[in-house]
């Protein structure tokens, strides 16, 4: 095996909206190599910054695959830059005892992000007719993934006076907890906040629209294989019927939809938030390594 010196230890930083200082990382004695393009890369592309002397990732959204980590033999640390681990292959981490850490800044702004998708459509300001003007108190909103995010959002429909009604595949249960059935069928506005696994993929399909009130509200700020997007369209052709989602397969498929508003998986973008979550991602690396 190539012995790595300390002089050779890399840290690749594979996310492309990583924009913060990386002089932390150089202080501690790490090379730095960058991806500054502004596309996500793919598993060829990332392959390309893999060798023996990577010892850590700053990771995006881009495929952490096997493949990936197979070229990087020395890999020890996996840091995401921002929250999610369903593009890192956690089964091959687990194996070869990497450490994976992520970040929990993203929490308020995500949060603030989907309580804007309901303003949005419950104060119809798309159309600015008064007369279907409404307010968030006494409504009663679906969290879809009770965990830090759907907590927050709790927390924020609570001070508009809204009702919440939670769904979560945990095992812990609150007061507010219900059946997925129960939930859809009662909300009137549904948001989403869990994971995307393999039970979770198509969670929301043609059956479950059918539950759903024909006047609902649905936002989807988590990951956009969560719902069926074939039953999302036929969903939306009722016009009575709102989406608001930050993630979307096939965006170009909901143009013409004056019923739909899609944000670019921006949700975390605030200014605090993605110095913070850089921060972070810089801190878990290092003590990762440590």
Known sequence: MKRITESKKKIVISSKSFDESTSKLKEAGY???????????????????????????????????????????????????????????LDYTKEHNIKVFITNAHIDAVAEHTITFMLYFLKNIIDHEKTKNYMLKDKVVGIIGYGNVGKRVHQLVKAFGGKVLSYDTGSAHYSHSVTLKDLLETSHIITIHCPLTKESTNLLDYEEFEMMNKDVILINTSRARIINESALLDFVKNPENKVGMDVCLHPELFIDKRNVIITHHEASYTHETRKQMAEDAINNILEGLK
């Open 31 to 89: 090379d730095v190599v960058q991806h500054l393009g502004s596309k996500k890369l793919t598993v060829v592309e990332l392959i390309v910054y893999m060798d023996w002397d990577v010892v850590g990732i700053i990771a995006g959204t881009e495929p952490i695959t096997s493949d990936v980590m197979e070229c990087a033999p020395n890999l020890k640390v996996i840091s995401r830059y921002g929250t999610g681990t369903d593009n890192i292959d």
